[in-house]
T-cell receptor
Framework: AQTVTQSQPEMSVQEAETVTLSCTYDTSESDYYLFWYKQPPSRQMILVIRQEAYKQQNATENRFSVNFQKAAKSFSLKISDSQLGDAAMYFCAYRSVYGNKLVFGAGTILRVKS | GAGVSQSPSNKVTEKGKDVELRCDPISGHTALYWYRQSLGQGLEFLIYFQGNSAPDKSGLPSDRFSAERTGGSVSTLTIQRTQQEDSAVYLC???????????FGDGTRLSIL
C-alpha cells in the first residue's frame, strides 16, 4: 500500500518570504499522480498543484511550485512571496493511475506572520 | 451551485443514533468520493462512486457505514448506531471522471455525544 509522509507538523514564514513544505511517499508503482491541497479553517480542501509522475518538469502555479524527485520519492511544495491568505493546513496526496482514491499525508500547518 | 455542497454543515447526535450525511456534487461530475478526517486517523478514503455504482468501498470502517448514490448525482452516507469514534469531519469530493482532479465540499462535522 502507498503511504505519504509529511514530517513537518507546523511551519512558520514571514509575509513575503519563501517557505518549503516537505513530503515523501512510498510506492512500488512507476506511474502515479501527486497533489498538494490547502485546507483553510473553512474546511474546504482546495487543490493547489498537481504533478504527473511521468513528467520530469516540475509543476508551477503562480507562486506555488514543486520539487519532484522521483528517485528519492520526494515531492516538496515551495510557496514564494508568502501572503497572509496562504495560512492553512497543507496536505500532500498520492493517487495511483490504477485507482481513484487519494492517499493523504498527516498535513502541515502553515502560519504566516505579518 | 458551482461547487460541491454538503449538508448539514454540523451535526451533533447521541451515541447509538443513526445519521445521514448528504453530498451534492458539481453538476456533470460522474465520480464521487467520501473521505473522513479525524484527529487520530488523519484523512482517510471511505468510498468511491462512478455513476450510481461503488466499485471501491474498501475504506468503509465497519458494516455500520453505508452509502448510496441515486440518479448519478446526490449521495448519502449513513452511519448506523453511531459511536464516539465516529466523530470526525466527513468530506465529499467529485470529479469529471477517473484520473481527474477531485473537488471537495466544506464537509460535515459530526460530533457524537
Amino acid at each position: 500500500a502507498q503511504t505519504v509522509t509529511q514530517s513537518q507538523p507546523e511551519m512558520s514564514v514571514q509575509e513575503a518570504e519563501t517557505v518549503t513544505l516537505s513530503c515523501t511517499y512510498d510506492t512500488s508503482e512507476s506511474d502515479y499522480y501527486l497533489f498538494w491541497y490547502k485546507q483553510p479553517p473553512s474546511r474546504q480542501m482546495i487543490l493547489v498543484i498537481r504533478q504527473e509522475a511521468y513528467k520530469q518538469q516540475n509543476a508551477t502555479e503562480n507562486r506555488f511550485s514543486v520539487n519532484f524527485q522521483k528517485a528519492a520519492k520526494s515531492f516538496s511544495l515551495k510557496i514564494s512571496d508568502s501572503q497572509l491568505g496562504d495560512a492553512a493546513m497543507y496536505f500532500c496526496a498520492y493517487r495511483s493511475v490504477y485507482g481513484n482514491k487519494l492517499v493523504f499525508g498527516a498535513g502541515t500547518i502553515l502560519r504566516v506572520k505579518s | 451551485g458551482a461547487g460541491v455542497s454538503q449538508s448539514p454543515s454540523n451535526k451533533v447526535t447521541e451515541k447509538g443514533k443513526d445519521v445521514e450525511l448528504r453530498c451534492d456534487p458539481i453538476s456533470g461530475h460522474t465520480a464521487l468520493y467520501w473521505y473522513r478526517q479525524s484527529l487520530g486517523q488523519g484523512l482517510e478514503f471511505l468510498i468511491y462512486f462512478q455513476g450510481n455504482s461503488a466499485p471501491d468501498k474498501s475504506g468503509l470502517p465497519s458494516d455500520r457505514f453505508s452509502a448510496e448514490r441515486t440518479g448519478g448525482s446526490v449521495s448519502t452516507l449513513t452511519i448506523q448506531r453511531t459511536q464516539q469514534e465516529d466523530s470526525a469531519v466527513y468530506l465529499c469530493a467529485s470529479s469529471t471522471g477517473e484520473n481527474q482532479p477531485q473537488h471537495f465540499g466544506d464537509g460535515t462535522r459530526l460530533s457524537i455525544l
